[in-house]
């Protein structure tokens, strides 16, 4: 299985890794700490005995391991789908709580246990050394997750460009003479009686979702008003083929129109919910399309219908093309996932983030 873009650190390995560099900074600490030692004090004690002043450093590595287990959580973990740069700037908030944890916890327990610390001018230290330390191990650890994710696009990008070859391919194939297509619609379209308008119209738009499709093939971005045309036209069709059982409602932020996207990102979803959802049910049903443009400017995508749902999501994603299609763009390049979720009392909503 190939990594995604959206890689991040292992949970289990990082925070054995976070507590054998605690432990082993500790050794080397205390070591120091032995060694710097007056000599007849040395003389009384053995370099495993137990010592106040030594050993309170492990208590400190202790309690820094802690609280900085729990900042990685929340920066690897909880906040990992936010971009790098928000994420650096949260440490401008868990900085000063793990100092917190590493000088004033840590005197805490000390006087507690009746260990020692150190006193007046000399608890500056126990601000620098611990800052020092938290922002060489969190570079260590930013290093490597960018390493992961650069790996992981870099991995993904080389898939992609292998099955947009492929893909490539198959568009030759399919589009022989798309010209000589054309012209047979032209002729079909002149040899049907003017009476006849709504079958022109249907043909008309036929050779549009064509030229579409065609196009898609050979560009990587679009205005999205042009998804739109292509989808309307496709329902269009859809709906002299079904008359009263199909309705179909749009939702859609006339702002976002102008945004660029993917070529055929939004309409195989739209296929998809009339092929699997709405054409399966006697009465017909409802499809619903909303695009929308949020405040942080992301665009959001919902399709939705109450036809007769999909029973194994799983099994649906992995074997329909058209789900399993955007599911891959949206992942490989926008970093976003497909939502999918059944709608009460019956059908499908699947929306997106771009």
Same mark, same amino acid.
């Given at each position: 299985?190939?990594?995604?873009?959206?890689?991040?650190?292992?949970?289990?390995?990082?925070?054995?890794?976070?507590?054998?560099?605690?432990?082993?900074?500790?050794?080397?600490?205390?070591?120091?700490?032995?060694?710097?030692?007056?000599?007849?004090?040395?003389?009384?004690?053995?370099?495993?005995?137990?010592?106040? @002043?030594?050993?309170?450093?492990?208590?400190?590595?202790?309690?820094?391991?802690?609280?900085?287990?729990?900042?990685?959580?929340?920066?690897?973990?909880?906040?990992?789908?936010?971009?790098?740069?928000?994420?650096?700037?949260?440490?401008?908030?868990?900085?000063?709580?793990?100092?917190?944890?590493?000088?004033?916890?840590? @005197?805490?327990?000390?006087?507690?246990?009746?260990?020692?610390?150190?006193?007046?001018?000399?608890?500056?230290?126990?601000?620098?050394?611990?800052?020092?330390?938290?922002?060489?191990?969190?570079?260590?650890?930013?290093?490597?997750? @960018?390493?992961?994710?650069?790996?992981?696009?870099?991995?993904?990008?080389?898939?992609?460009?292998?099955?947009?070859?492929?893909?490539?391919?198959?568009?030759?194939?399919?589009?022989?003479?798309?010209?000589?297509?054309?012209?047979?619609?032209?002729?079909?379209?002149?040899?049907?009686?003017?009476?006849?308008?709504?079958?022109?119209?249907?043909?008309?738009?036929?050779?549009?979702?064509?030229?579409?499709?065609?196009?898609?093939?050979?560009?990587?971005?679009?205005?999205?008003?042009?998804?739109?045309?292509?989808?309307?036209?496709?329902?269009?069709?859809?709906?002299?083929?079904?008359?009263?059982?199909?309705?179909?409602?749009?939702?859609?932020?006339?702002?976002?129109?102008?945004?660029?996207?993917?070529?055929?990102?939004?309409?195989?979803?739209?296929?998809?919910?009339?092929?699997?959802?709405?054409?399966?049910?006697?009465?017909?049903?409802?499809?619903?399309?909303?695009?929308?443009?949020?405040?942080?400017?992301?665009?959001?995508?919902?399709?939705?219908?109450?036809?007769?749902?999909?029973?194994?999501?799983?099994?649906?994603?992995?074997?329909?093309?058209?789900?399993?299609?955007?599911?891959?763009?949206?992942?490989?390049?926008?970093?976003?996932?497909?939502?999918?979720?059944?709608?009460?009392?019956?059908?499908?909503?699947?929306?997106?983030?771009?």
């Amino acid at each position: 299985m190939t990594a995604k873009p959206t890689a991040y650190l292992a949970t289990g390995r990082s925070l054995l890794a976070i507590l054998g560099l605690h432990l082993l900074f500790s050794v080397l600490y205390h070591i120091t700490l032995w060694f710097g030692m007056q000599e007849s004090i040395r003389a009384e004690k053995s370099f495993f005995s137990w010592n106040r @002043y030594v050993d309170a450093a492990g208590l400190q590595f202790l309690v820094m391991c802690v609280a900085f287990s729990l900042i990685w959580l929340v920066h690897f973990r909880w906040l990992r789908q936010l971009k790098t740069g928000y994420r650096l700037s949260v440490h401008l908030l868990t900085l000063p709580i793990f100092i917190f944890f590493a000088k004033d916890l840590f @005197y805490l327990l000390s006087d507690l246990l009746g260990d020692a610390h150190l006193e007046a001018a000399g608890q500056i230290w126990d601000v620098f050394i611990p800052a020092m330390f938290y922002l060489v191990l969190f570079g260590f650890f930013h290093a490597l997750d @960018y390493y992961h994710r650069s790996r992981a696009r870099m991995v993904a990008e080389a898939e992609w460009q292998a099955n947009a070859l492929k893909n490539e391919l198959k568009a030759i194939k399919a589009q022989l003479n798309p010209h000589f297509l054309y012209n047979v619609f032209n002729t079909i379209n002149a040899s049907i009686p003017k009476e006849q308008e709504a079958t022109r119209e249907m043909i008309a738009d036929l050779a549009d979702l064509l030229r579409y499709q065609l196009k898609a093939s050979e560009v990587d971005s679009i205005n999205l008003e042009e998804e739109v045309s292509a989808i309307k036209k496709y329902l269009g069709l859809e709906k002299m083929r079904f008359r009263d059982r199909l309705q179909i409602h749009y939702q859609i932020d006339q702002a976002a129109l102008k945004r660029k996207i993917p070529p055929m990102l939004i309409q195989p979803l739209v296929e998809n919910a009339i092929k699997h959802g709405i054409s399966h049910e006697t009465k017909g049903g409802s499809l619903h399309l909303s695009i929308q443009l949020r405040e942080d400017g992301t665009l959001e995508v919902q399709v939705s219908d109450d036809g007769k749902g999909i029973e194994d999501l799983e099994a649906a994603m992995s074997q329909g093309f058209g789900l399993r299609h955007t599911k891959e763009r949206l992942e490989k390049f926008y970093q976003s996932e497909i939502k999918i979720e059944s709608q009460s009392p019956q059908g499908l909503c699947v929306s997106f983030v771009l």
